[in-house]
């Protein structure tokens, strides 16, 4: 007998209609039950609450039809937005937050408490049962100092703070969350050898997770339609060639850098599939993941 206590489609689709959508999704069901997918959501892709709702119940309808889904969270705005009430600007080299030992602590509040704590509300409210951690929680990422080459001058390295390079994901704890039903949201700090605090982007955690998880996907959700060429196209799929291309002409600078070194990184290193898509539309997950109407960009290894 049909739940009428259930919440209501927000679906203005004849029944047969909604009945065959509904269909058309069991192949891409059958092919990623059971399999892994590391879910990045970027801070910019979380600003409207409209969206936010989409995107968590998103999340639980495929980790109900037997994904196992990890969140991985940003919030690069949510960290500006705590910055400017103390008085501080972000800076920003190749993608990566200048953080010095005062930002350090604004990011650790916003991404391991404000956003993580966040994310994880609205997907228990969907319906789901997420679990927020940080790479401290378990020693679930270990990392040490980073620093970035100088692509004018090579033989120089730029210092940008407290800023992660990951030496290690240790996945037993996503693991055993996994085993219990539960979604695990990461927060992407990591932790050092001393205990320090790192800070890191969010793509590069979610790219390694997927890599250590053995994911069947990685998707990359963020605030443009995908990778866009020098006319603000989208292009759809996207070689190393062609990124290394666009990276030297300017073409793609700011944060889809690391977003798409790490989605490289990616495939190039067993995920079988890597995508950037755009956040701000709706169902943008189920999109990518249940229908044959992928949106964005994907990553190609070779
Ligand atoms: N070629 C490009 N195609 C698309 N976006 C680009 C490109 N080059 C730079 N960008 C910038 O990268 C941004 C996405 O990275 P970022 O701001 O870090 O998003 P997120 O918070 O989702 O990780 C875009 O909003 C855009 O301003
Ligand atoms: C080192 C570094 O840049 N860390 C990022 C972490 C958050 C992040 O990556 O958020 P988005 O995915 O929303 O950009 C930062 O401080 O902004």
Redesign the pocket.
Known sequence: MTDRTAAPADSSYPPAAEASILAAALPYIKRFHGKTIVVKY????MTDERLKQFFARDVVLLSLVGMNVVVVH?G??QIEQLLSRVGKKGEFIQ?MRVTDAETMEVVEMVLGGQVNKDVVNLINQAGGHAVGLTGKDGGLIRAKKLLLADRQHPEELIDVGQVGDITQIAPSLIRHLQGGGFIPVIAPIGVGPAGETYNIN??VVAGKIAEVLKAEKLVL????P????ENGELITGITPRQIDE?VADG??????LP?IGSALDAARNGVKSVHIID?RVEHALLLEILTDHGVGTMIRSH
Do not use: E, H, Q, R
Request: charged share 10%; net charge negative.
């Open positions: 970027g801070g910019n892709a940003g690069g705005p993608g969010a793509d959700l963020t605030n443009t995908g990778v866009l060429d666009m073409t793609l600078s700011g944060g889809m977003k956040g």
